[in-house]
């Protein structure tokens, strides 16, 4: 009963200090690890920024291998606002009754599909599959396009054994460039196109305001989703009564997915930048270095939390951080929560049990603490019922 | 059953009854906009902030330390504050007026 347990590598540091130290390519980073600190310090955008240079606020940074802003994530109040105004109804489509169908649909048959096999490798086999035909409905766009972004691996900036992959980030680039153009010259309704129109200020957006939406909405939801899903295929492996449970209460899926999201947290921390001199937990902080906001371990935090490393999956009160927290929160966590909640729906209408057989974890290496966020494979069998 | 009134940031008064779940819910289900109740419940995105008129805060009680620690950064937070989801719907909260909170 381990194969699927994401333990918690910051609660000893957290309980002390409350704060970790990490380099990342000669940019150091303190991460901030309890839930209060992590929502200040989320709060204060004046003091600790997300318009800094643009790849900055990534960690690992993205400064080498990106020049485009992305929008409306690298940009703070009050242009942040126009923006997110501009982008935050087409983001909350997933709500709709069409949208919902299509995307139970897509669920219901790849699962379908997975049924069929003897083994299936769980991360490109069913997570990326799901996760790129899920974007399809994001992006109003033909769903074969899905295909192409299987094609791209399951980062798009990392390569096996290379954090930052500026040749994979430039495929993406180069492809978002190219269906702005198509979009330019024949306009549809597609998220391109509904971003070609659109003004702030009273002036249409730039290319290059487009693109860096669209940088952000391909990068953002693609290992977090990936993660979450491939995570949970490993927990409901290990817990086939859980299957079950949500089958028989499912008005229990809600609570069972804020529950594995906090848990999975499947972005470990977010960056700022420093303003000013300052200070977090006692401890100085000067202008123009990094924090992070490490979701990961507030997620665990103990005065918060009871049974912080247990999975409890009609967790009533939940307060968790995993879509961030303040102005900046996840713009795509109506989309990921629909894929979640149709995930756990369908799984327990079709599955018995799956068997883990094979697997190899992704370990992420963050100075003092080495954190499992997920698999580089998941090899099992779906098992119908 | 209990009748629930909210008052949107539009100044409109939306009158509605309920029997059982969370006010949350019945805001959303409703369509009353400014509840949206993202995370469904469970007290993790604060998007569902009312402010209790004070006549009837008896009847709602007091937000709990969680809601509490959500709100204590929200700029239109204050002592009315409740984040609805967290408010079983029952015959106690018959007759109680919610204002719909400013947001960001």
Known sequence: MKKSKLPDPFAAARQTTGLGKMDDQNDPVTMVLGLKDVRKCAHAWKAFQSGATPGRIVVPSEVAIRTTRQIPFEVDPP?????RNLVEPWFKRPLEEEYSAILSQQINDIVDEVLTKDSVEVVEGFSLRLQSRALTLLLNTPFEEAETWISWGTHVFRSHGNDLDGDKANILYDYIDKRITQAIKNPSNDLYSMLLQAEKDGKKLTREEVKG?????FAGGRDTVINAVTNSIAYFAEHPKSLEQLKESPEMVNNAVEELIRYFSPLTHMGRVATQDTQVCEHAIKADSRISLCWASANRDERTFENPNEVILDRKVNPHVAFGFGTHN???ATHARQIMRTLLTTLPKKVKSIDILEYKENIEELGEFKRKVGYDNLTV????? | MAKITFITRDNETIELEGTSGSVMQLAVDNNVAGIDGDCGGVCSCATCHVHVAPEHQAKTGEATEIETDM??????ANEQSRLCCQMEISEELDGIVLQVAESD
């Open chain 1, 330 to 332: 996840c713009l795509g």
């Open chain 2, 71 to 76: 709100l204590e950064l929200n700029d239109y």
């Open chain 1, 79 to 83: 242009e942040h606002k126009d923006y």
């Open chain 1, 381 to 385: 069998q779906f098992n119908k019922k």
């Open chain 1, 213 to 217: 939406v669209m940088i952000l909405t």
